[in-house]
């Protein structure tokens, strides 16, 4: 490939390097000049071009993207057709993330113009999550540098996901009188929804003194139950109501007493210290840390991923986790799981009315169609009033486009304001600052409403509501018209570090599908699909253009 600048009269063929503004439309970069492209760029008196010419053999940034891609096994994995030189792989399947690091490195070493990136081996990821990427740097690579990545790639797996298997889970919890039921309860329910990417169930729980002999015989009570486990592999969980201190304290003790074996007393992983692994019976036994009373992540997730995913850990690969194995808590380190809290009701909500958007189907210079009229009241002001009126919690307003016009209609309505300055940029920024207002508020749920939707009521709302409260606050809730998705939709806190990735013009539909929490849909009618986007929309659904 050859790169440089190209008089224009002579770039016909060549790959444009950097996009060209025109007065007739942008030429974008990565563009294969024409005849009319070259035309177009003579007339507005552009002398030359930055470009490439490709030489023999050469084969395009997209070309190379997707002949590489190609070559690559999709176990537990989807892809993205190649754009700009980049092709992204996503899981498809919630499990564990296993990357040949070898392998990685040896295609990363082939040609400076070729790059393969990945997440951490051994990572746990939901369904729809981007786990890798491929991505040729340039415009054009040798085409021998992609037949030796894509050699590479065939002959090994570089990367894949295992699919997490469902699990019969057995809890054995000890008991001592500075302990509370609030915080076994709480136990049970942080360890049922580590259990739900898996699909696996809590299907006995025993609670005992905290005494190995009680131990042990509550494992002789679940190994006679994981008899019947025919249809999924068994795993038990002990919780000790005080902590691992020795090789021959309670839970070790009590493994060994049921005729079972320790692999494994105390992690380098913090937190999660002080975590046991054993086998009783061919059955996995885990004894899990005291901070696997929280859903934030820890050792006990590292150990119980590999085993949900049938890759459980030996005493080497647990003995080399020290490297990375420090947890801190640190804003960047996301909480994937909902926090179980006595305090706080799990299914309280911030409601959050999305009115920033810039009405760029209104036309050149049209109307606010949020300062349209329905039955005498702005649409704004209408559906942030439906929003209060359902009593289910704070009501935040996003606004941005015409940001002043919107406060002023919905002012008087005792709702929180918050600016998106950025609401050019699209709505997953408006859908951060709304989540960031809830988030400050300490609430562990988000109903999110658009503000153009004009028949969506506050019974529709209430419904909405009424389903999330039925499962604790533990799913994603959406509306639908006749089984068909649409708006409102209510977001856990389970869902909130993934829609801080969000960027440029989408909603929360990827995070909704890649987060392996279940859906609930609730049917409330036409009102779910009706947006009113345009000048024609407003007046068929009886609206009067504004503003």
Known sequence: MKFGPIPT????????????????????????????????????????????????????EDEAAERLSAAIQLKGLSRSPASTGRVNFYASE???????????DHINSVDPAITLACLADRRDVRAGDLV????????????????????????????EVARYRAHRVHLVATQLPSLKPSVMEKTTR????????????????QRVSHRAEAVAEALHVALKETQRDRDAPPLIVIFGASAVADAEDVIPSAVRLAGGSVEQVGLPVDPGNLLVLGHVGGVPVIGAPGCARSPKENGFDWVLNRILAGYPPDRTEMTGWGVGGLLMEIPSRP??????????????????VLAAGRASRMGDGGRHKLLAEFDGESLVRRSVRQAIEARLGPVMVVTGHRGEEVARAVAGLGVQLEENADFASGMAGSLKVGLAAVEAQGLPGMMVLLADMPNISSADMAALAQAYRKAGGKVIVRAVSDGQRGNPVILPAATFEALKSLEGDIGARPVIESSGLAVIDVEIGAAARLDVDTPEAILAAGGILRG
């Open 190 to 205: 942080v360890l049922e929804a580590r259990l739900m990417p898996s699909a696996s169930r809590l299907v006995s729980e």
């Open 335 to 352: 909480l994937p799981r909902l926090a179980a809290t006595a305090k706080t009701d799990p299914a309280a909500l911030g409601l959050v």
């Open 9 to 60: 009269a002579e770039a016909e063929g060549s790959i444009l390097a950097h996009s060209q503004p025109l007065s007739s439309g942008k030429l974008a970069k990565g563009h294969p000049l024409r005849a009319a492209d070259i035309a177009r760029l003579l007339a507005e008196k552009i002398p030359r071009v930055i470009a490439c010419r490709l030489e023999p053999g050469d084969l395009t």
């Open 94 to 104: 919630n499990g564990l993330f296993l990357a040949d690091r070898p392998v990685v």
């Open 132 to 159: 890798a990427t491929v991505k040729i740097i340039p415009l054009a690579v040798e085409g021998a540098s992609v037949e030796g990545a894509e050699a590479i790639l065939q002959r090994a797996q570089a990367f």
